[in-house]
């Protein structure tokens, strides 16, 4: 089977035209949709349901900023070693470390107010970290772009228990 960009007929690049993949999806869905297969024998009827599976993996895979820039990493050869490479950047370690104590002085608290501004910070570190990775996987450093990576799931798990203390508080 081939690449989730070329079964979409896209450039092999982060920034992407999310309207091209949206119309690029349907427009395989609708080749392969099991429907279409109805009066079809079994063997053509797996295939397609092969063809709708990737479409619709590949296609979640390209809409997610962070799943695309993995991918583009593992496509160039570069495993992410999420499990076991958790090697950081001390200045993003101990970023991390500042934002997990002041995230639970705000759970003990349940200062709403002081939520929002760490939010805040953690929406420009992301947005900031983005365009980094962005810039590495343009300029094909695949390996930096693979830390960044490493270092958005981190922020992701973050900005996750940011919106759980939002909810509790708010509830």
């Known amino acids: 089977m081939q690449n989730h960009f070329d079964l979409f007929h896209l450039p092999q690049r982060f920034a992407l035209d999310v309207t ?7 427009s395989v869905q609708g080749q392969v949709h099991p ?37 583009l990493c593992e496509l160039n050869g570069i495993d992410l070693k999420v499990e076991s490479n958790t090697a950081m950047p001390p200045a993003f370690l101990m970023q991390q470390m500042a934002w997990r104590e002041a995230l639970q002085e705000i759970q003990g608290t ?24 962005e810039s590495f996987l343009e300029v094909q450093s695949f390996e930096k772009a693979a830390e960044s990576v490493r270092q958005w799931i981190f922020l992701e798990k973050f900005g996750e228990d940011l919106r759980n203390t939002a909810d509790r508080i708010e509830n």
């Open 20 to 26: 091209a993949l949206d119309a690029a999806y349907r």
């Open 35 to 71: 429907d279409r297969f109805a009066q079809a024998s079994d063997a053509e009827k797996r295939v397609a349901m092969q063809w709708a599976t990737q479409a619709n993996e590949a296609y979640q895979t390209l809409k997610h900023p962070l799943k695309r820039a993995a991918y």
């Open 110 to 133: 349940k200062d709403l107010s002081a939520l929002e501004t760490l939010s805040q910070d953690w929406r420009g570190v992301r947005k900031e970290l983005m365009q980094q990775m």
